[in-house]
Nanobody, 121 residues
Framework: QVQLVESGGGLVQPGGSLRLSCAAS????????MGWYRQAPGNERELVAVSTSGGITNYAESVKGRFTISRDNAKNMVYLQMNSLKPEDTAVYYCYVRASGDSASYPTPHWGQGTQVTVSP
């Protein structure tokens, strides 16, 4: 089992910044990708940013230039620095990790419990 613990959400004014953190622990042999998704009320969960172990990063068009994903592979952690936040960034943000528990297993997706980010005056 893989456990993901997120932190760093909260209430911020438009134009402000927040940094989300996610720590992965448990039965982890290797991590193929780490990232963040978000879900606003009435909307489907959408990709925000993802970083693969091969060095590829992808961002949603709506956050390019404002959000930055980074990883600390030694600690199995992923971060999301969010700058110039807008009200439309308001959502529950979920940590995502695709990991395998042993050398014989394919990586499978794992999700955190979510952390609320609210951007409001």
């Amino acid at each position: 089992q893989v456990q993901l613990v997120e932190s760093g959400g909260g209430l911020v004014q438009p134009g402000g910044s927040l940094r989300l953190s996610c720590a992965a622990s448990g039965s982890i042999f290797s991590i193929a990708a780490m990232g963040w998704y978000r879900q606003a009320p009435g909307n489907e969960r959408e990709l925000v940013a993802v970083s693969t172990s091969g060095g590829i990063t992808n961002y949603a068009e709506s956050v390019k230039g404002r959000f930055t994903i980074s990883r600390d592979n030694a600690k199995n952690m992923v971060y999301l620095q969010m700058n110039s936040l807008k009200p439309e960034d308001t959502a529950v943000y979920y940590c995502y990790v695709r990991a395998s528990g042993d050398s014989a297993s394919y990586p499978t997706p794992h999700w955190g419990q979510g952390t609320q980010v609210t951007v409001s005056p």
